[in-house]
């Protein structure tokens, strides 16, 4: 069972946005509108970003947004700040009845 | 407020066993899916498997069924990771997150570290 695919860095100016892709396949992103996003800071636990493709939990700042074309979500983050630099991983429920997490993407904030 | 609080790091030996915990509050403990996620040093996130602790309903990931039990005592709102032989590849920190309708992890423990080394 392979992880969903993250571009392994992408990194901005502050002020600039950035786009991270995950892909996978039709039994997964490409199937199911329950996409989420985690931000992990260094020594920290995961946090909730985006579930269900495009929704933001309370007190996550509208400058993280998520969409999906295909087999293929999005987390777009604009007006990059410092305090965005971190680890971001997608997730997708499976028609396994899994939820597998995607390989990860290294954002630094220039 | 919903809380998971996990047990704390722990230090073994190859083949001996562990169990360690996450204990749920602020929240109807029965009702919500419980999720466990590996991740090795330096390493990213792994899904290894989630219970519904309201009628313990279990589903592992292939590659760790078999390797590691999950459980769930309702009467103490605590949901359980355990080995019954540890290796030196289970060295890593653990979650537990809790699953919001089986699609998402809306919130998580602190993480337990769990060593093993001889």
């Known amino acids: 069972q392979s992880a969903l695919t993250q571009p392994a860095s992408v990194s901005g100016s502050p002020g600039q946005s950035i786009t991270i892709s995950c892909t996978g396949t039709s039994s997964d992103v490409g199937g199911y509108n329950y996409v989420s996003w985690y931000q992990q800071h260094p020594g920290k636990a995961p946090k909730l970003m985006i579930y269900d493709v495009n929704n933001r939990p309370s007190g996550v700042s509208n400058r993280f947004s998520g969409s999906k074309s295909g087999k293929t979500a999005s987390l777009t983050i604009s007006g990059l700040q410092a305090e965005d630099e971190a680890d971001y991983y997608c997730s997708s429920y499976t028609s396994s009845g899994t939820l597998p997490f995607g390989t990860g993407t290294k954002v630094t904030v220039l | 407020e919903v809380q998971l609080v996990q047990s704390g790091a722990e230090v073994k030996k190859p083949g001996e066993s562990l169990k360690i915990s996450c204990k749920g509050s602020g929240y109807s403990f029965t009702s919500q899916w419980i999720a466990w996620v590996r991740q090795m040093p330096g390493k990213g996130l792994e899904w290894m498997g989630i219970?519904?602790?309201?009628?313990?309903?279990?589903r592992y990931r292939p590659s760790f069924q078999g390797q590691v039990t999950i459980s769930a005592d309702k009467s103490s709102s605590t949901a359980y990771l355990q080995w019954s032989s540890l290796k030196a590849s289970d060295t890593a920190m653990y979650y537990c997150a809790r699953s919001g309708s089986y699609r998402y992890f809306d919130y998580w423990g602190q993480g337990t570290l769990v060593t093993v080394s001889s």
């Open positions: 219970i519904y602790p309201g009628d313990s309903d279990t």
